[in-house]
């Protein structure tokens, strides 16, 4: 039976307290650092709680993907992510967790997820 997919605050912060327990502390909490990556930068701190909210409100409305096809689940979860990556509730790890639980909730919606790059047409086009 797949792992049970609670509020995905929460359970983001379970995995990754579980990859990160033995390196880090502070494995499992929210950043409380503003962060960016080159130019780039991520929600501030005090727009997480609202942001994780708002993703989880969507994930519950999408019912969790249950029952999705494949194509459906890859464009609603990579949605999501993208969000959640820009969220970037922490520190450091957040691609590593954020894959865990897509694997998760791939589980629970009989889809599966892949490492595997899109071939670049396709990315441009996701990224539209």
Same mark, same amino acid.
């Given at each position: 039976?797949?792992?049970?997919?609670? !509020?995905?605050?929460?359970?983001?912060?379970?995995?990754?307290?579980?990859?990160?327990?033995?390196?880090? @502390?502070?494995?499992?909490?929210?950043?409380?650092?503003?962060?960016?990556? %080159?130019?780039?930068?991520?929600?501030?701190?005090?727009?997480?709680?609202?942001?994780?909210?708002?993703?989880?409100?969507?994930?519950?409305?999408?019912?969790?993907?249950?029952?999705?096809? !494949?194509? @459906?689940?890859?464009?609603?979860? %990579?949605?999501?992510?993208?969000?959640?990556?820009?969220?970037? !509730?922490?520190?450091?790890?957040?691609?590593?967790?954020?894959?865990?639980?897509?694997?998760?909730?791939?589980?629970?919606?009989?889809?599966?997820?892949?490492?595997?790059? !899109?071939?670049?047409?396709?990315?441009?086009?996701?990224?539209?």
């Amino acid at each position: 039976m797949p792992a049970a997919i609670g !509020p995905i605050s929460a359970h983001l912060k379970a995995i990754r307290r579980h990859l990160f327990q033995d390196l880090y @502390a502070w494995a499992g909490e929210v950043r409380t650092v503003e962060i960016a990556e %080159g130019d780039s930068r991520f929600q501030p701190m005090r727009l997480i709680k609202t942001g994780m909210a708002d993703i989880h409100r969507r994930i519950v409305a999408a019912g969790y993907f249950l029952g999705s096809v !494949p194509d @459906a689940f890859a464009e609603g979860a %990579g949605l999501l992510l993208g969000d959640v990556n820009h969220v970037h !509730p922490f520190r450091e790890g957040n691609g590593r967790t954020q894959f865990q639980y897509l694997k998760q909730l791939a589980a629970r919606s009989n889809s599966r997820p892949s490492r595997n790059s !899109p071939r670049p047409a396709t990315a441009r086009r996701s990224c539209r």
